[in-house]
């Protein structure tokens, strides 16, 4: 499985994330596609809220995941 790349972003107060080949990545930084300025972090900030990470983004490396249902109870019960 070929991992992918996540950039998330917060433009204009909405945030954004976009998957990214490693190649198509590395270009996008060269040609410097959010600016000349962008920190990139190396790490989730512990502000949650993306509109005070400034011009900056994260990259996260990995594969979205579905996790399967194992198994599933419900239960009904009326007076």
Same mark, same amino acid.
């Given at each position: 499985? @070929?991992?992918?790349? +996540? ?9 954004? =994330?976009?998957?990214?080949? @490693?190649?198509? #990545?590395?270009?996008? #930084?060269?040609?410097?596609? !959010?600016? /000349?300025?962008?920190?990139?972090? $190396? @790490?989730? /900030?512990? $502000?949650?809220?993306?509109?005070? !990470?400034?011009?900056?983004? *994260?990259?996260?490396?990995?594969? =979205? *995941?579905? /996790?399967? *249902? *194992?198994?599933?109870?419900?239960? +009904?019960?009326?007076?």
């Amino acid at each position: 499985m @070929k991992n992918e790349y +996540f950039v998330i972003t917060c433009s204009n107060g909405d945030p954004v =994330v976009e998957s990214y080949t @490693k190649e198509k #990545l590395l270009n996008d #930084l060269e040609e410097e596609a !959010w600016g /000349p300025d962008i920190e990139v972090l $190396d @790490k989730l /900030p512990l $502000d949650h809220d993306m509109n005070y !990470w400034g011009d900056s983004i *994260v990259i996260i490396k990995g594969n =979205v *995941v579905t /996790p399967d *249902v *194992v198994s599933k109870i419900t239960k +009904f019960e009326i007076e």
